[in-house]
């Protein structure tokens, strides 16, 4: 199929919208093939279901660096056709929509467990640090809420084996 012409698979009547669309739905901006597409369509050659599912599989499976354009240019060369085009359209770009809430919600709560996890992993060694060498100074505490998790494990660690809290959070900070 691929090594076809285009203008060959034009001549092949009713089968050319499918064979043009396939060759050309993984190789090339679709924005490209809209004039020789919208000739076909316009040739009364395709039944009404033949020119939607063509239109869903552009819309949904074809790849365009322009894709308002795509269906502007759609729209401009099938102009009895735009109500289909947009009501494809719509229900693509709802369906992006849906699609980027329910990521962005996985992202959220990914983040938000991250979140948890890391403060209580601060609070439990905050605790252990209280226990073992008293009251913990402001300056332990901002150093314990500005650590990443690798750095509360190694403290979590050290807290076990060293004998004073500088020894596991290091030197406070000078004042000068």
């Known amino acids: ?8 698979i034009l001549a092949h009547k009713r089968i050319a919208l499918l064979e043009l669309i396939q060759k050309h739905i ?18 009364g050659r395709a039944t009404d279901e033949q020119r939607e599912a063509l239109l869903n599989y552009m819309l949904q499976t074809g790849d365009t660096a322009d894709p308002q ?3 502007e240019r759609l729209v401009q060369h099938l102009p009895n056709y735009k109500e289909d085009i ?11 929509l849906e699609t980027g ?10 983040t938000g467990l ?11 060694l905050a ?11 402001d300056w332990a505490w901002d150093r314990l809420r500005q650590a990443d998790a690798t ?7 050290a807290v076990l084996d060293a004998a004073s809290l500088t020894g596991v959070l290091g030197a406070p900070p000078s004042l000068h």
């Open 151 to 157: 750095q509360l494990e190694n403290w979590a660690d």
């Open 69 to 71: 354009a795509f269906t």
């Open 26 to 43: 993984w190789q090339r901006d679709l924005l490209e093939l809209v004039e020789p597409l919208a000739r076909l369509l316009l040739t």
């Open 127 to 137: 605790r252990q640090l209280a226990r073992r060498f008293g009251p913990l100074p």
């Open 1 to 8: 199929m691929t090594t076809l012409a285009d203008d060959e």
């Open 101 to 110: 809430l329910k990521r962005g919600r996985v992202e959220g709560l990914e």
């Open 86 to 96: 947009m009501t494809i359209a719509e229900r693509l770009e709802q369906k992006g």
């Open 114 to 124: 991250e979140r948890g996890r890391m403060e209580g992993e601060m609070m439990v």
